[in-house]
Structures are given as structure tokens and as C-alpha cells.
């Protein structure tokens, strides 16, 4: 079902789309997508669906299987490899940075979403690394399955350092229809002015983090690995230093980069939406057009899910590893 109209002297000023995608009402605005499952109002539903939807085997499967999209069958060797990557996302290490230079403003931000520890020494942020990875995990799938997508390689793989991703663009895909790269951007957050603030403030950095990925990217190994950097870009990888070189040689005019909040309290898309709209300071980076898609993922309750995600995901490895001793 596609719905369009057009809502005059409201907060709405331009055209809204409704459209129905498997389990959720996706609302759109401009280029901010508003994903609302359709057991919204039901906890329990809501949170056992979001995890049948983004963790069943088929998708968890394809998403690790990126280079050839095969499908999951049920065989040992694909259980073994479901037990290994799922078994990622149990991860309970954090990171605890002491910071020496931070407002009150953004004590207060990442105080509310648990993110600061007081201690004698200081101030330290704290980063979770399972909440970063379900996040990224998130935007991922609906990148792949709502917005075609390619994946050029799932950022979990790459973490030999537990931590890696914390500090990494979260999502890295390639837009076939229009031919573009896009830098992804994932924040699992109490609520969505969290969500919005914590994106802004990335998004201040994120020009020397697109060159901290091109040096990911252009490592020949990782760069193997991947459909669309091994073939698309072999030659430009190997001619540039630096993400700048990189857009000469590989003559891009422009980079997307999805903007995604999974956050608690707010479900409303018409109000999300508008919040979205005028709220994320976008921008271009490397005097490029910038593309921005920005879409939110309400869950009504961050850590609730949480829990149930990480009881899930548990019972989940252990029905593997029933499956694997067959």
C-alpha cells in the first residue's frame, strides 16, 4: 500500500508518503523515513517481532553472505557459521575514555543515555560495544532490504579489536541505482532528541572519519573481500593516499551518508519526522554534493529491548550449538 497526501497549514509543508513494508508503516518526509512496526502499541509483540524480523536466519544469514546473497539452509556448516557471527552481538565489553574537555550541555546528553562514569581521576565516557553493534546491525539490514543496498562489507568483521567499531563509520554500502558510496551513521538511544544530538555530534568529526575509512577500505586484504572495492574501485584504491585522492581518481561527485536513530519514547511519524527534518545539521564534506538519508526506528524502550535482545540472542547461540553436535 502506497498512501500520498498533502496536509496544508500543518506541520507537514511538503508531500508524505505512507507505504507498508513487511512488518512495518514506513513514513517518509523529504528524505527522513520514519520505519513504525505495526505492534507498536503492543511491548511484548513489538520486541519479539523486531527480533524474529532482523535476526532470522535467512536475513541474519545473507547479511554475512554479502558477496554472493546465497540463502540460509539449514546444514551444519551453516549453522556453524550463524553460531560464530551471532555470538558477536553477545559481546558485553566497554570502553571507558577519560575525558579532558567536554561542556555541561554534552555531560548532561551522555549522562542520560548512560554514557558517563564519574570517578575520582574524572569524567570518563563510556561506550558499550553491544549496543554500537545492534545499532549498525539495524541500519544494516534496512539499507539491504528496504533500500536496496549493496553491502561492501559488514563492519563486524572487521573488529579484531573488540572496540573497533565504536570509533568507525558504522555502515559502509554502495547505492547501485544511483552509483554511490554511502558512509553510514547508527545510534541506539533513549529517545530521538538523544538520537539527534549524538548524530550531530559525530557528524562534526566525520571528515577526518571518511579518511580513516579510505585507509580501512584501501588495505588490499580488506579490500579483497569486497565485490564492490575489488572490482568497481580496484585500480583508484591503489593510485590515492587519501579519501581526497580517492574522489579524483574515482571521479565522484557525491557520497550519501544514512543517518540512523533507533530510538525509545517517540512513535509518532508525524512527529518524528519534522524532528528529523529540520532538527540534524547536514552538511558536505570534501566539496562534495552530500546526500543524506535519515531514518528513524522507534522501539518504545532502549534497554528493555536490550535485555530481550540479549536473551534472544543467547537462547539462539545455544540452539546452534545443539544443532552443530548433531
Do not use: W
Not at 180 to 197: D, Q
Amino acid at each position: 500500500m502506497l498512501e500520498c497526501r498533502f496536509q496544508k497549514g500543518g506541520i507537514m509543508s511538503s508531500i508524505y508518503f505512507k507505504e507498508v513494508f513487511e512488518c512495518f508503516e514506513v513514513h517518509e518526509f523529504n528524505d527522513n523515513n520514519c520505519f513504525v512496526h505495526v505492534s507498536i502499541y503492543d511491548k511484548a509483540t513489538l520486541f519479539q517481532s523486531i527480533f524474529d524480523y532482523f535476526f532470522s536466519e535467512d536475513t541474519f544469514f545473507r547479511h554475512f553472505n554479502y558477496r554472493n546473497d546465497f540463502p540460509f539452509t539449514p546444514e551444519r556448516k551453516n549453522y556453524v557459521e550463524l553460531y560464530r557471527n551471532l555470538k558477536r552481538y553477545l559481546d558485553e565489553d566497554t570502553v571507558e575514555m577519560l575525558i579532558k574537555s567536554i561542556d555541561e550541555d554534552e555531560i548532561a546528553l551522555l549522562e542520560s543515555e548512560d554514557m558517563i562514569s564519574r570517578k575520582d581521576e574524572g569524567i570518563f565516557l563510556i561506550r558499550n560495544d553491544k549496543v554500537g553493534k545492534i545499532g549498525e546491525y539495524f541500519l544494516s539490514i534496512i539499507l539491504e532490504r528496504y533500500f536496496n543496498f549493496t553491502c561492501i562489507i559488514p563492519k563486524i568483521i572487521l573488529n579484531t579489536n573488540p572496540h573497533m567499531s565504536t570509533y568507525g563509520i558504522d555502515a559502509l554500502y554502495y547505492d547501485k541505482k544511483r552509483d554511490l558510496l554511502a558512509f553510514g551513521e547508527a545510534k541506539l538511544v533513549k529517545n530521538l532528541s538523544s538520537g539527534i544530538n549524538l548524530i550531530n555530534k559525530s557528524l562534526t568529526n566525520y571528515h577526518e572519519m571518511l579518511e580513516n575509512e579510505y585507509i580501512l577500505i584501501s588495505n588490499r586484504e580488506i579490500a579483497s573481500i569486497s565485490n564492490v572495492l575489488s572490482t568497481k574501485y580496484e585500480n583508484e584504491l591503489g593510485l590515492a593516499l587519501n579519501f581526497g585522492q580517492f574522489i579524483v581518481e574515482a571521479n565522484i561527485k557525491e557520497i550519501m551518508i544514512p543517518l540512523f536513530i533507533t530510538n525509545g519514547v517517540e512513535f509518532d511519524a508525524e512527529k518524528i519526522l519534522p524532528e528529523l527534518d529540520k532538527n540534524i545539521n547536514k552538511k558536505d564534506f570534501f566539496s562534495l554534493t552530500t546526500t543524506y538519508l535519515v531514518v528513524s526506528l522507534p522501539i518504545i524502550d532502549k534497554n528493555e529491548l536490550l535485555e530481550f535482545l540479549t536473551l534472544k540472542i543467547n537462547d539462539k547461540v545455544h540452539a546452534y550449538e545443539s544443532e552443530i553436535r548433531i
